[in-house]
């Protein structure tokens, strides 16, 4: 077979039908074993292929970067808190307000446990392991953007799904213009632990804050 073709199945089955296949009807250990499947085969092209190393990881990024990340923050923490006010006042920043040691324990687990092997793998492999067949940088953010936002479907709710396409967005060009997992992990937690600390959690799958 074609090493495109096969790259572009392997692509559709882990990113595309594994994800939906996880919102069917269907045994939860039929689930379990997919999941699974998927991840054991990723982390092994990612040993086989070297598509990660610890040097990557941790690199340095351009502090030109950092003012991109400084100015989107500021604008997502202004806007965000003004719609929060305005349309759900009673929720703003309740968590921190009710369960504080809550807030810090869910932001740390958060960060650590899942946005960064989400990182790992919705960006480091994916563009390592597909840029080859998404050949312009456009399709493949837009590609990445959606398989992102697929992998949130098993929580079937139109929130997660659509705040999870914008930041895969945000995450994806991120990626793409600092070649950095460092900084891409810095924003995907930043956003994530803001949303929650916002108010909006709940709509965000965060555990117990509600």
């Keep these: 077979m074609n090493k495109s073709i096969r790259l572009l199945s392997e692509c559709i089955l882990l990113f595309m039908i594994i994800p ?14 997919l999941v699974i499947f998927g991840l ?4 092994r092209i990612s040993m086989k292929e070297k598509l990660i190393n610890r040097n990557e990881l941790i690199a340095p990024f351009a502090s030109k970067n950092w003012k ?7 604008v997502l923490i202004v ?19 009710n369960k504080p040691l809550m807030w810090i ?12 092997p989400q990182e790992l793998l919705y ?9 080859q067949i ?34 895969g967005f945000a995450f994806a060009i991120t990626y793409h213009k ?19 600390t916002l108010g909006i959690g709940e709509y965000l799958a965060f555990p117990g804050a509600y």
């Design 105 to 116: 324990a869910i932001c740390f687990v958060y960060s650590l446990f899942s946005v960064l």
């Design 134 to 167: 998404f050949k312009s940088p456009v399709v493949l953010i837009i590609v990445n953007a959606i398989a992102f936002s697929l992998a949130h479907s098993l929580f079937q709710n139109i929130y997660i799904s659509l705040l999870t396409l914008i930041g």
């Design 20 to 33: 939906l296949v996880l919102i069917l009807p269907i045994s939860i250990f039929i689930k379990g074993i």
């Design 178 to 196: 600092s070649k950095s997992l460092l900084l891409t992990s810095i924003e995907h937690a930043i956003y994530g632990n803001w949303l929650f």
């Design 79 to 97: 806007i965000s808190t003004m719609l929060m006010y305005w349309y759900n006042i009673e929720k703003l920043f309740m968590v921190i307000r």
């Design 123 to 131: 960006r480091r492999f994916f563009f390592k392991r597909y840029a």
């Design 40 to 43: 054991v085969y990723c982390i």
């Design 68 to 74: 991109s990340l400084l100015i989107k923050t500021a």
